[in-house]
Structure formats: C-alpha cells, structure tokens
C-alpha cells in the first residue's frame, strides 16, 4: 500500500515568514499529490493538487513543488498570517483507483 | 450547496451498544467515503462507494463495522457492538463525477465518537 510521511508533526514560525511543509511517499509513484488544510472540529478542506508532469503550482500565496524523483512534495505558505495556522495533510492515490491515502499532517502554528 | 452532512456531531456511548453514524453527501457527487481519524493512525479510509455500490471495503476493521448507501443522498456507518478503541472522528467525504482521477474530496464536519 502507499505510504506517505510528513516528517514534521510541528511547525512555528512568525508571521510574515514563508512556511515549508514537506511530504515523502513511498512505492508507488502517483499520477498526483494534494494538500488539504484541516482547523480544529472541522474537515480536511482541499486546498491544491499537483500532477507528476507539472514541477510547481501557485494559488494566491501558496506554492506546491512535486518532485517524482525524490518522491517528495513541498507545500509553501508566503507572507504567513496567524490565520493560516492549521493542520496540513498531503495526500496521493495508491496503485487502487479511488484510494486516497492522507499523511499524518504537519501542525502550522503562525506567532505574531 | 449545504456541503456533506454528517450526523451527530458529537456521540458517548457505553461498550456494547450499537451506534450508527449518518452521511448526506453533496447532491450529484457519485462516489463516498467513510474515514477514520485518530492521533495515533491519522486518518483511515474504511470503505467507500461508488454510484451507491461499494467498491473498496478493505479497510472496515472488522465484522463490527458495517456500512450502506441505500440511495445517492443517504449513507450510514454502523458499528455494533461498540468497543473503546473505536473511540475516533469519522469522517464522509464526497467526490464529484468525473473527477476519479483526480480523488478530490470534499469533507463533512466528522462524528465525534466516544466509546466509555
């Protein structure tokens, strides 16, 4: 099955400054990655999907980098704000159609 | 669109005791999925349909856990007898058509379980 790791379970930084989230997957190589953000009491809400022929993708003040040959994704947030703070989860399909397998997610904490 | 409608929010039960978790999915989306969230395990696909039809169910613990999707509006996930360790949130999600590829799901708020 796949297996997706994000290897940081905490992050804080201040506000202003760009987040980096990381997430590493192993055995299969997906057709695509995703990143959801998920607030307490609430549900993972998509945020960003990137495919494997496409290195780098921006919404508004987020960048996501797939690199295949690393099996590693990057997630960035620029000019942070307290309000981006949340859990970030990376997820990818498995070799099943329709699995979607979730990372344990890394915990943004953005200080004023 | 009210999004997918997950109930109760929030449930204490006593070991043993039947519990049934209710999904809404969002209206036109044609594929469902229960998930498991815990600290320890993050969060676990159990099951999931598509077009009303189950199609993965490998990750249902066991005979305990059984879930349905009697219609395109209405799915349930059921545990009987309730144990402890089940205490977690769980989650629907639904997907639009045409979107297979792709798996991009949209949450509903979760269910909140506490076995005592």
């Known amino acids: 099955s796949q297996k997706i790791e994000q290897n940081s379970e905490a992050l804080n930084i201040q506000e202003g400054k760009t987040a980096t989230l990381t997430c590493n997957y192993t055995?299969?190589?997906?057709?695509?990655l995703q990143w959801y953000r998920q607030d307490p009491g609430r549900g993972p809400v998509f945020l960003l999907l990137?495919?494997?022929?496409?290195k780098e993708k921006r919404k508004e003040r987020l960048k996501v980098t797939f690199d295949t040959t690393l099996k590693q994704s990057l997630f960035h947030i620029t000019a942070s704000q307290p309000a981006d703070s949340a859990t970030y989860l990376c997820?990818?399909?498995?070799?099943?159609?329709?699995?979607?397998?979730f990372g344990r997610g890394t915990q943004l904490t953005v200080w004023p | 669109d009210a999004g997918v409608i997950q109930s109760p929010r929030h449930e204490v039960t006593e070991m043993g005791q039947e519990v049934t978790l209710r999904c809404k999915p969002i209206?036109?989306?044609?594929?469902l999925f229960w998930y498991r969230q815990t600290m320890m395990r993050g969060l676990e696909l159990l099951i999931y349909?598509?077009?009303?039809?189950?199609?993965?169910d490998s990750g249902m613990p066991e005979d305990r856990f059984s879930a349905k999707m009697p219609n395109a509006s209405f799915s349930t996930l059921k545990i009987q007898p309730s144990e402890p360790r089940d205490s977690a949130v769980y989650f629907c999600?639904?997907?639009?058509?045409?979107?297979?590829?792709?798996?991009?799901?949209?949450f509903g708020a979760g269910s909140r379980l506490t076995v005592l």
């Open positions: 997820a990818n399909r498995g070799s099943t159609l329709g699995r979607l397998y």
């Open positions: 055995n299969y190589s997906p057709a695509y």
């Open positions: 990137i495919r494997e022929n496409e």
């Open positions: 209206s036109g989306h044609n594929s």
């Open positions: 349909f598509n077009n009303n039809v189950p199609i993965d």
């Open positions: 999600a639904s997907q639009e058509p045409g979107t297979a590829g792709a798996n991009v799901l949209t």
